[in-house]
């Protein structure tokens, strides 16, 4: 159980410093090739794609660790109960649809440029499926922590108001 909750706790974290490192040791070999006056066009390619898979698991830390970009106007007004706990739903649950379409649409874009068109990335001619696969993993990510987060936020609404009980 420990196993569990350490890699809960920390694969986005790990993954994103992993594909965060590559891109820059990409990057460090395609300057070094560029003052001995050769020229990789491969790292320059490398390091986008490893930034697009280090945006997608980056979203779901934030969404794990809720700094998240959301909207919280309402839920200041509400500091607390249930008027915050709605409006955190709501975000959750606008948030979780909108990753579901990003999900679908990526997962036919994924299935179209891998078997329809057989796309190859120019300088490494590796499949786009890989490229676009991180959206859905990413998405598939931010799934999971949308709905921890969910359940965390209806916990911690329902223990604050066992507190009050007590209080009284």
């Known amino acids: 159980m420990k196993i569990v909750k350490l890699i809960d ?5 790990v993954l994103c410093f992993i594909t965060f490192l590559s891109m820059l040791l990409c990057l460090v070999w395609q300057l070094v090739m560029r003052w001995t006056g050769g020229n990789l066009s491969w790292t320059e390619e490398a390091a986008r794609y490893l930034f697009i898979w280090t945006s997608w698991l980056g979203i779901s830390l934030s969404v794990k660790e809720r700094s998240h970009i959301k909207v919280e106007l309402l839920t200041a007004i509400f500091h607390e109960g249930i008027g915050k706990l709605i409006f955190d739903l709501i975000s959750n649950v606008g948030f979780f649809i909108f990753d579901l379409v990003i999900i ?12 329809t068109y057989n796309q190859k990335s120019p300088a490494m001619m590796m499949p786009m499926g890989i490229v676009y696969a991180a959206l859905v993993v990413g998405g598939i990510f931010v799934a999971v922590r949308l709905i921890e987060d969910t359940i965390k936020l209806i916990l911690e609404y329902k223990a604050s108001k ?4 007590e209080e009284a």
Do not use: P, Y
């Open 9 to 13: 706790d920390n694969c986005e974290k």
């Open 104 to 115: 679908k649409l990526e997962w036919d874009q994924i299935i179209r440029v891998s078997f």
């Open 162 to 165: 066992g507190l009050k009980k």
